[in-house]
């Protein structure tokens, strides 16, 4: 089988962890070739940042370089605003679902979307649902029934407990919780640390324990 040449886009610290990802899944089935990075403004590189291929402007001048886009950015908005811009450009692509091959849950009732990302030592049980563009980082714990919505982030530790859902576009912090069957709203944000003991409405960011509104604190 051909390996699927992939281009990443982005090209900071979770760029790069997808391309391990990338190679990790390449090296326990000869799945994927890592092209490089791709960003939409060079001039916004930092020190941190790899080297690039190019701005997006390459992925056009070099469309037989490549077959699928995976996307290294950690920002649930730039997440789905990167997969709307590419698809408007480009029509309809390959987004692969990556699994670290560390991650631990029932894969046969789990539905993962286009985009979706899960890190290394994850921990999930049953009927996992990552709708596209979804990314669950490293060491997360995740319930059964849990759903991750399109373009979510989950960072490094949290623990998404059984029945969560997180609307499209929210964002769990590092090590925060989210307690059983509650709801995240569209576009929220759980700060780090936090214990989200009710549920979150649309566009709001909660920190604490218990979690709060910000300008409840």
Not at 67 to 75: H, R
Not at 114 to 140: K, Y
């Amino acid at each position: 089988m051909a390996l699927r040449r992939v281009v990443i886009l982005g090209a900071g610290g979770q760029a790069r962890d997808t391309a391990w990802l990338l190679r990790e899944l390449d090296r326990e089935a000869r799945a994927f070739d890592v092209v490089g990075f791709v960003v939409s403004d060079r001039a916004r590189l930092g020190p941190h940042d790899s080297d690039v291929l190019g701005d997006t402007d390459w992925l056009e001048e070099h469309r037989a370089k490549w077959d699928a886009l995976a996307i290294g950015i950690g920002t649930p908005a730039a997440r789905l605003r990167v997969a709307e811009a590419m698809e408007a450009r480009f029509g309809p692509l390959d987004w692969p679902t990556l699994v670290h091959p560390s991650a631990i849950f029932e894969r046969a009732s789990a539905r993962l979307g286009p985009g979706a990302m899960i890190g290394a030592a994850t921990g999930g049980s049953v009927e996992l649902t990552l709708e596209p563009f979804a990314l669950v980082n490293l060491g997360v714990t995740l319930g059964h029934e849990a759903s991750i919505g399109r373009g979510c982030v989950v960072n490094h530790g949290a623990s998404i407990s059984g029945g969560v859902v997180l609307e499209e576009g929210a964002l769990v912090g590092t090590g925060a919780r989210v307690l059983q069957y509650l709801r995240v709203g569209r576009g929220s944000t759980v700060g780090a640390g936090a214990v989200v003991t009710k549920d979150v409405p649309a566009g709001r960011t909660v920190v604490g324990v218990p979690a709060r509104p910000i300008e409840e604190r």
